[in-house]
């Protein structure tokens, strides 16, 4: 089983904090995401990685900021959290090449609360 | 019962009846779709998938449509139980390419 695993369930950041999101998956894929899920708004993809050091901007980059150095790994960083930034965080990854199923695997995700 | 996708976002269904659950697409070029579900708490699971080259796949208790000369996709759900109560989300993706856009969502409740 594909097991993609978020550092923090719940985590509660004060205005201005620097906060650190994990994401680790355990099936060698090569592309990992990074998504907010706020109500009525669906999944928006805030960054994503195909490989190792690789990274791409999503739909809202905009005061996040993202790290693969091992390819297991994909963190997600917020500079200076902001109460506009409370929301649910999703990782997913996926294997890479075309051909085959773009299944994405997400994690629980995180619910941040900026206060 | 059946939704509206993006323009109704909750479907309430009687444990029993069969769920159709809609869902608009926006890309024409899109070669793949997918749906997943999300329960409360936890993040979406993959429910069903179909290629741009097929119009029906069927899976357990489950089927999708894709009309794409409307660009409609849809997720039909058989007797549905409690369990089946959810978020449901529709995503598309281009050719070779990993990246999805989802939907908004539908949240389909089911009634004893």
């Known amino acids: 089983d594909v097991k993609v695993t978020q550092s923090s369930r719940y985590l509660v950041k004060r205005t201005g904090e620097k906060v650190f999101l994990e994401c680790v998956q355990d099936m060698d894929h090569e592309n990992m995401f990074w998504y907010r899920q706020d109500p009525g708004l669906g999944l928006r993809l805030i960054y994503f990685?195909?490989?190792?050091?690789?990274?791409e901007k999503g739909d809202i980059p905009e005061g996040y900021s993202v790290s693969r150095e091992k390819k297991e790994r994909f963190s997600l960083i917020l500079e200076s959290a902001s109460t506009n930034q409370t929301s649910m965080y999703l990782c997913?990854?996926?294997?890479?090449?075309?051909?085959?199923?773009?299944?994405?695997?997400f994690g629980p995700g995180t619910r941040l609360t900026v206060t | 019962g059946e939704s509206v996708g993006l323009h109704l976002p909750t479907l309430s269904v009687q444990e029993g009846d069969n769920s159709i659950i809609n869902c608009a697409y926006s890309n024409s070029a899109s070669d793949y779709f997918i749906w997943y579900k999300q329960e409360s708490g936890k993040g979406p699971q993959f429910i069903i998938d179909?290629?741009?080259?097929?119009d029906k796949r069927q899976g357990q208790r489950v089927t999708v449509l894709l009309n794409k000369t409307v660009k409609h996709l849809s997720l039909q759900i058989a007797a549905t139980q409690p369990g089946d109560s959810a978020v449901y989300f529709c995503?598309?993706?281009?050719?070779?390419?990993?990246?999805?856009?989802f939907g908004q969502g539908t949240r389909l409740t089911i009634n004893p």
């Open positions: 995503a598309e993706g281009g050719r070779g390419a990993q990246k999805l856009v």
């Open positions: 179909i290629r741009s080259n097929m």
């Open positions: 997913a990854s996926i294997a890479g090449g075309s051909g085959g199923s773009y299944e994405q695997y």
């Open positions: 990685s195909y490989d190792v050091k690789m990274k």
